[in-house]
C-alpha cells in the first residue's frame, strides 16, 4: 500500500512541468517500479520448489539496490520452472503473452540458414520498417551478403549499426506517461533475457516486442529469426548487409 502511494506520488505530473521535470518525474517512477518487481520476483523464487539446492538459491546477504548486480534474478531466471516464471511475467505488463513467447523461445534451438532464406526473410523486414519510427533508416534498396571480415564490402555498404541501434530513441526526451510501465518492464526484463539468450539482445527484444507497434515488432521477430539461423543484419547508408556468423 506504501508502496503504491509512492508510486502515485513519483507519477503525479505538474500542469507548469519542464520537460527535465518530467524526465526526472518519470525516473523516479520507474526506478520505484523496478524495485516492486525486485522485491516480488525474490518473494517469488524463494517459493520455487527447487530454490534449497539451486545455484540461485537465497542467500544471507540483501537483496542488492542496483539491479544490474542482481545476479539471483539474471542467472537463476532459467533455473526456476516454468510455473515460476509464469509468475513472474504476470506481475509484468501483458505478462501471459511475455510468457509464451519465452517458453517458446526457451524451447528453440537455433539452426543455420542459407543466405536466400536470411534475405529472404531481410525483403520481409524491409516491407515492416516502412513504418516504423527509426532514428536511422539507411538504404533498403539493396541487400546484400557478405563477409563478416570483409572490410572493402563493410565500406562500400556504409553499414552502420544493427536494428537495436536504428530503434534507440533520444536519452533525455520525455516518454507518454501511459507507456511508463511498459518501459520499465523492458528494462527490467533486459539483463535476464540477455543472459538466456547467450548474452545476446535478439530474443529479448522479440519477447519484449509486444510493448512497440504491430511493424515494429515485426522487425524485431525477424531480427531473432536471423539470429536463430546464424545471420546478423547491419543497416547501411548504401545497403542492408546480411553476415553470417562462423562461430556461434
Known amino acids: 500500500m506504501a508502496l503504491n502511494k509512492l508510486l502515485h506520488l513519483f507519477s503525479a505530473k505538474r500542469p507548469t ?47 542488492p539496490d542496483d539491479l544490474d548486480r542482481d545476479y539471483r534474478l539474471i542467472f537463476g531466471f532459467c533455473e526456476v520452472t516454468a510455473e515460476t516464471r509464469a509468475a513472474c511475467f504476470a506481475l509484468l505488463p501483458k505478462g ?44 533498403w534498396d539493396h541487400i546484400a551478403v557478405v563477409d563478416e571480415d570483409d572490410e572493402a564490402a563493410h565500406k562500400a555498404l556504409g553499414l552502420e549499426c544493427g536494428l537495436r541501434e536504428a530503434f534507440e530513441k533520444p536519452l533525455f526526451q520525455p516518454d507518454p506517461d501511459d507507456k511508463l510501465a511498459e518501459i520499465a518492464a523492458e528494462l527490467f526484463l533486459r539483463e535476464p533475457l540477455y543472459t538466456a539468450a547467450w548474452n545476446t539482445y535478439y530474443a529479448g527484444d522479440w519477447i519484449t516486442g509486444i510493448y512497440h ?6 522487425c524485431l521477430e525477424i531480427n531473432y529469426k536471423l539470429w536463430l539461423g546464424g545471420w546478423d543484419l547491419l543497416i547501411g547508408r548504401n545497403g542492408i548487409g546480411l553476415t553470417q556468423r562462423r562461430h556461434r
Do not use: S, V
Request: hydrophobic fraction near 35%; include cysteine; glycine fraction near 4%.
Open 17 to 63: 512541468e519542464t520537460k527535465e521535470e518530467t524526465r526526472q518525474r518519470q525516473g523516479r517512477w520507474i526506478n520505484a517500479k523496478l524495485r516492486e518487481w525486485q522485491l516480488a520476483w525474490h518473494a517469488l523464487f524463494d517459493q520455487d520448489p527447487g530454490q534449497p539446492t539451486a545455484d540461485n538459491a537465497a542467500k544471507t546477504e540483501p537483496i
Open 96 to 139: 501471459d503473452q511475455l510468457a509464451e513467447r519465452f517458453e517458446q523461445f526457451y524451447e528453440t534451438r537455433n539452426k543455420d540458414i542459407p543466405p536466400e532464406a536470411a534475405i529472404a526473410l531481410a525483403e520481409e523486414m524491409r516491407k515492416a520498417f516502412k513504418d516504423c519510427w527509426a532514428n536511422y533508416r539507411g538504404n
Open 213 to 218: 507497434p504491430p511493424a515494429h515488432d515485426k
